[in-house]
């Protein structure tokens, strides 16, 4: 009888370790940037992502580079750094990520304006390009100079 009391205790240990692990925690993070106007090319870290709006999940937070792309705009290229909440560090990580019994979901929004393309003036390219050609004809000079050593 002793035995059948202690099988049915270590059965009914199992059983709650079973339904306590079975409902453990789970953080999902969500990312979704936005654009003005919409539907611009959206990459992250060098990954396309999609066409804004746009939504992803991420694992990690820091400092994401950010490419946004749409014809007849100008090019964003730049950085944003998503801060971690109180809840993903330790100790309080272990807490929802494995022992808090529901799902814990961050989501996040960026909104990017995107500048209207405005294409360079002619003499700016001129004297940009004349800039270029005496820079590289000097650089020439230096390397062909006697004496000189690379």
Not at 12 to 25: H, K, P
Not at 63 to 75: A, H, P
């Amino acid at each position: 009888m002793a035995n059948n009391s202690r099988l049915n205790g270590v059965l009914l240990v199992c059983i709650l370790a079973i339904l306590a692990f079975s409902q453990t925690g789970c953080v999902e993070r969500k990312l979704t940037i936005n654009t003005e106007p919409q539907g611009a090319l959206v990459a992250l870290n060098d990954e396309e992502i999609g066409i804004s709006p746009v939504t992803v999940e991420f694992n990690w937070y820091g400092d994401y580079k950010v490419r946004i792309i749409k014809d007849g705009y100008g090019i964003v290229n730049t950085h944003r750094k998503l801060d971690a909440p109180a809840h993903d560090g330790f100790p309080l990580d272990f807490f929802y990520e494995v022992l808090w019994p529901g799902l814990v979901v961050d989501e996040y929004e960026w909104t990017f304006a995107l500048p209207k393309y405005q294409p360079p003036a002619r003499q700016d390219l001129i004297d940009a390009s004349r800039k270029l050609k005496k820079a590289a004809e000097e650089e020439e000079a230096l390397e062909t100079s006697p004496g000189i050593e690379k």
